[in-house]
């Protein structure tokens, strides 16, 4: 049933019609335009209305006891995590040219080979992020899957939901995520890049019992699936050129650490940050640290990816470079470098009037991989291991649980394997 309520501000009007779509919320109302308004009918008081944005469904609001809407409890952050909207001007994460990894001849001198390692090293060092350009991927492709990505969220949410992820199969469309017990201002889709991809059932050390699991795809959108197999292709040959030139910056082997991803269970994410009100009380996502090895991601040109630096826990506003990739190392790496490495916190801002695209691969090993600091890197020259081993699977598991439902403690951490 359209219920149909006149709400202004300044002179703007919109329509405000019941949602059918939302199960979740009674008395869900859904507003046909996104703006900032206030209810001039006061009955409604404490319901919840649904302000969309370019096809977006997931964006609540309260109407208060006055009249007034405003953004709905579960995405406010605690005060002392909310973002600043006035930045200022720093120095960003450091910016480094892999070109000459892309010779034609496959041939890169030894110099040019040692100068890019140090590079690594150190940018893996002092921030724990960097970004790289010229890095080999085909910008036709990334442009494909982001089209892609933008027309998919397009989509009414009655087609998206068709393919929603769940606690059994993380895989799928979801717009609910929860980080730090706080609900995200975004919507995603994850896919596995081996798909199949075998995963732990449960968290539980115990359970020796695997899960097979599949991607979901739009049934009517086939092009999504199209450039996602594109550009899958690529971005996965620039995982493991990183993986190589982390290996070589720790003063391994090339190769040594190519073998925890035989059976790999990486993943895509398509995210989606609709433009938020309130920016200044809600996050894309809140501030977190990545579980895998190494993540490599895409942003459109609006920004948001926020990093904490090391130095002074300040956060820096990762600038937007025009075809550029954004690394970070992840707890894995950290654990494996025996803390040379350190996996870093992040966050995403929302702004007030643009929406933003990001897709992040996140280049994880195999389900049966025990992490733990590398032996070559425990010797006499460095410190004793600061970890014990854990089960990857397990951890992802346990990991996964906190993204759907609050817990009472915190999720699982690399912290809690340290060695005291």
Not at 363 to 378: D, G, K, Q
Request: glycine content about 4%; proline content about 6%.
């Amino acid at each position: 049933m359209d219920m149909s309520i006149l709400m202004q501000k300044s002179s703007i009007i919109c329509t405000l019609k019941r949602s059918d779509d939302d199960s979740k919320l009674p008395g869900s109302l859904m507003v046909t335009k996104s703006v900032q308004v206030q209810c001039i009918i006061n009955h409604w008081s404490q319901n919840t209305i649904e302000l969309p944005s370019t096809g977006i469904s997931h964006q609540f609001y309260q109407i208060s006891s006055m009249g007034e809407v405003a953004i709905h409890p579960v995405f406010i952050q605690d005060l002392e995590h909310r973002p600043k909207i006035i930045r200022t001007e720093v120095e960003g994460i450091p910016l480094i040219d892999l070109s000459v990894l892309n010779s034609p001849d496959s041939s890169v001198s030894d110099d040019n080979l040692a100068r890019l390692v140090s590079e690594i090293a150190d940018a893996s060092q002092k921030w724990g992020f960097f970004q790289v350009i010229n890095h080999g991927v085909q910008s036709e492709y990334r442009e494909k899957f982001f089209l892609a990505s933008r027309k998919f969220f397009a989509l009414p949410k009655e087609e998206k939901l068709k393919v929603k992820r769940d606690e059994v199969n993380p895989f799928g469309y979801y717009d609910t995520e929860l980080t730090k017990n706080v609900r995200d201002w975004k919507e995603v889709f994850d896919i596995s890049v081996d798909d199949p991809t075998f995963v732990p059932a449960s968290h539980q050390p115990d359970d020796k019992e695997l899960r097979q699991l599949t991607n979901q795809w739009p049934q009517y959108f086939p092009e999504l699936r199209e450039a996602y197999e594109l550009y899958a292709e690529e971005i996965l040959k620039l995982a493991f050129k990183l993986l190589e030139l982390i290996a070589l910056s720790l003063g391994l082997p090339k190769t040594r650490l190519n073998g925890f991803f035989k059976d790999h269970t990486s993943r895509i994410r398509l995210n989606h940050y609709p433009p938020c009100p309130t920016p200044d009380l809600a996050l894309g996502v809140g501030r977190h640290k990545d579980g895998g090895a190494l993540t490599i991601l895409a942003q459109d040109d609006v920004g948001g990816l926020e990093v904490r630096r090391k130095t002074d826990g300040e956060w820096i506003l990762v600038k937007p470079t025009p075809d550029a990739y954004i690394i970070n190392v992840g707890d894995i790496v950290q654990v494996w470098s025996n803390d040379k490495y350190e996996s870093v916190e992040h966050r995403v801002m929302v702004n007030s009037e643009k929406e933003r695209f990001s897709i992040p691969l996140f280049f994880n090993p195999a389900y049966y991989t025990w992490v733990e600091p590398l032996e070559e890197l425990i010797n006499e020259q460095n410190p004793p291991p600061k970890y014990k081993a854990y089960n990857w699977g397990k951890f992802f598991s346990s990991r996964r649980r906190s993204n759907f439902k609050k817990l009472e403690v915190e999720n699982l951490q690399i912290y809690h394997f340290r060695i005291n």
